[in-house]
C-alpha cells in the first residue's frame, strides 16, 4: 500500500520548519507500528538530503533511512525498532551519525547493545515512542494524510484533521 504524507512540521527543538510531502510505501510485511515509526523518523531528524533506503524492507541490510555525503559518504544512518548489534556495530563504522527511533521496548535494544560488540555504542541516539502513542496515530491513517507535527521540549503534538495526539518522545540512555 503506497501513503502519501503531507506534514507541516515545526520542529522548535532543532529550529526546522518545513513543508514535507513525501510518500510511503509498506511492505506487507511490515506492521503499522514500523511504518509510522519511519514516517515520524524522516520528520524528527528531517535534512536536506535525508531520504528512505531504494529497496526498503526488501533488503535487511540497508537502514531505513539515510543520507548520502560528498564523495558517497554515509552522514547519516537511521534504523527503526530494534535492530541487531550486529547492524548497528556496522553502521557506525560507516556513518558519521546514527540514530535508533524504537517502538519496541528500549530495554531489549540496550541489552543487544550493551552484550553486542557495537563501535562506537556510545555515540548511538537512540529514541522511543511510546505504542498508544502509535496505536492511535495508526486508527487515524488514510492513504492521503495531511498532519502537522509540533516539536517542543521533547514533546510530539501531532494534529490529524481535528484531532490532536500528544506524546513525549523519550531520549534512551546507553
Given at each position: 500500500?503506497?501513503?502519501?504524507?503531507?506534514?507541516?512540521?515545526?520542529?522548535?527543538d532543532?529550529?526546522?520548519?518545513?513543508?514535507?510531502?513525501?510518500?510511503?510505501?509498506?511492505h506487507p510485511?511490515?506492521?503499522?507500528p514500523?511504518?509510522?515509526?519511519?514516517?515520524?523518523a524522516?520528520?524528527?531528524a528531517?535534512?536536506?538530503?535525508?531520504?528512505?533506503?531504494?529497496?526498503?524492507l526488501?533488503?535487511?541490510?540497508?537502514p531505513?533511512?539515510?543520507k548520502i555525503?560528498?564523495?558517497?559518504?554515509?552522514?547519516?544512518c537511521?534504523e527503526?525498532?530494534?535492530?541487531?548489534?550486529r547492524?548497528?556495530?556496522?553502521?557506525?563504522?560507516?556513518?558519521k551519525?546514527?540514530?535508533?527511533f524504537t517502538?519496541?521496548?528500549?530495554?531489549?535494544l540496550?541489552?543487544e547493545?550493551?552484550?553486542?560488540?557495537v563501535h562506537?555504542?556510545?555515540?548511538?541516539?537512540?529514541?522511543?515512542?511510546?505504542?498508544k502513542?502509535?496505536?492511535?496515530t495508526?486508527d487515524?491513517?488514510?492513504?492521503?494524510?495531511r498532519?502537522?507535527?509540533?516539536?517542543?521540549?521533547?514533546?510530539?503534538?501531532?494534529?490529524?484533521?481535528?484531532?490532536?495526539?500528544?506524546?513525549?518522545?523519550?531520549?534512551?540512555?546507553?
Amino acid at each position: 500500500m503506497l501513503y502519501r504524507f503531507q506534514i507541516e512540521l515545526s520542529d522548535i527543538d532543532r529550529g526546522v520548519y518545513e513543508s514535507l510531502d513525501f510518500r510511503v510505501a509498506q511492505h506487507p510485511s511490515e506492521t503499522y507500528p514500523y511504518m509510522l515509526s519511519r514516517v515520524l523518523a524522516y520528520s524528527l531528524a528531517y535534512q536536506e538530503g535525508l531520504e528512505f533506503t531504494p529497496g526498503g524492507l526488501a533488503d535487511p541490510e540497508a537502514p531505513a533511512l539515510r543520507k548520502i555525503g560528498l564523495q558517497n559518504s554515509l552522514e547519516l544512518c537511521i534504523e527503526i525498532g530494534n535492530p541487531s548489534a550486529r547492524k548497528l556495530h556496522k553502521a557506525t563504522k560507516s556513518a558519521k551519525e546514527v540514530l535508533i527511533f524504537t517502538y519496541k521496548n528500549p530495554e531489549v535494544l540496550l541489552t543487544e547493545i550493551r552484550n553486542g560488540d557495537v563501535h562506537r555504542a556510545q555515540d548511538l541516539k537512540i529514541y522511543s515512542f511510546d505504542p498508544k502513542f502509535l496505536d492511535a496515530t495508526g486508527d487515524l491513517i488514510e492513504k492521503n494524510n495531511r498532519w502537522s507535527l509540533l516539536v517542543q521540549q521533547g514533546q510530539l503534538d501531532l494534529t490529524i484533521g481535528d484531532v490532536t495526539l500528544a506524546s513525549e518522545l523519550k531520549t534512551v540512555k546507553l
